[in-house]
């Protein structure tokens, strides 16, 4: 279920993708913030994985991190990986959306109530070393 779901994203124990947060010591923070981390992925965002929107001059919009902000360009990552740099003189608006995860929100939908105990417990796996 990680494999197949999570790991293009998050990473663990240093291997797979880095849109999200690194899970190898996650279970420390307790089941119920792993269980509402994956149910209601917007209640609680960490520090640096927060959505981004981006409205260009010409009315296109770019939702997702803020993988870089230069003096002159600032880079989103969407949820797919995709890296769009844009030119902060073409930005009409930037701004954060604190209702929003680049997580999918409807993972309850995807998932059995087994494929959620199955991931929990694995999360709770993961106290580091």
């Known amino acids: 279920m990680y494999a197949a779901n999570c790991a293009s994203c998050h990473a663990l124990k240093g291997q ?9 010591t996650i279970a420390l923070k307790g089941v119920k913030f792993i269980e509402d981390a994956i149910l209601r ?44 740099t844009i030119a902060k003189a073409e930005i009409k608006e930037i701004e954060q959306d604190k209702d929003a995860s680049v997580m999918p929100d409807n993972l309850n939908e995807a998932m059995t109530v087994k ?14 070393q």
């Open 115 to 128: 494929d959620l105990q199955d991931v929990l417990a694995y999360m709770m796996l993961q106290k580091g």
């Open 41 to 84: 992925p917007a209640k609680s965002i960490t520090p640096g994985f927060e959505t981004w929107a981006v409205t260009e001059k010409d009315g296109r919009k770019t939702v997702g991190l803020k993988s870089k902000d230069a003096a002159g360009e600032v880079e989103i990552t969407k949820a797919t990986g995709e890296k769009v």
């Open 16 to 24: 797979g993708g880095g849109i999200g947060p690194e899970l190898s």
